[in-house]
């Protein structure tokens, strides 16, 4: 058993950046793929980022390609989400989620979620 809490959210002018956490609990957090999905009004929850149990591998979607970095503290339970360039289109609540599945992309490939943390860019 996993509890995920995300942290790190707020409001944020285009071109600015933000830092979200999500802290673990649970002796096992370093067994797991740690992964971020987003989710906007009116639309399907989406892949952010995953990163592997060692942190050794990483993968992202397209539209955040180059401008966020997944990374993780397993001796904290942690892991990290740091966006740069933020656009408007990146407004969302943001929820983090541990995978027994290697940098898994879909959302049934998580076994645990967060309450998800909100993230606003002002244009």
């Known amino acids: 058993q996993v509890q995920l809490v995300e942290s790190g959210g707020g409001l944020v002018q285009a071109g600015g950046s933000l830092r979200l956490s999500c802290a673990a609990s649970g002796r096992t957090f370093s067994s797991y793929a740690m992964g971020w999905f987003r989710q906007a009004p009116g639309k399907e929850r989406e892949f952010v980022a995953a990163?592997?149990?060692?942190?050794?591998?990483?993968r992202y979607a397209d539209s955040v390609k180059g401008r966020f970095t997944i990374s993780r503290d397993n001796d904290k339970n942690t892991v990290y989400l740091q966006m740069n360039s933020l656009k408007a289109e990146d407004t969302a609540a943001y929820y983090c989620?541990?995978?027994?599945?290697?940098?898994?992309?879909?959302?049934?490939?998580?076994?645990?979620w967060g309450q998800g943390t909100q993230v606003t860019v002002s244009s």
């Open positions: 990163i592997t149990w060692s942190g050794g591998s990483t």
């Open positions: 989620a541990a995978s027994r599945t290697r940098l898994g992309t879909g959302i049934s490939e998580y076994a645990y």
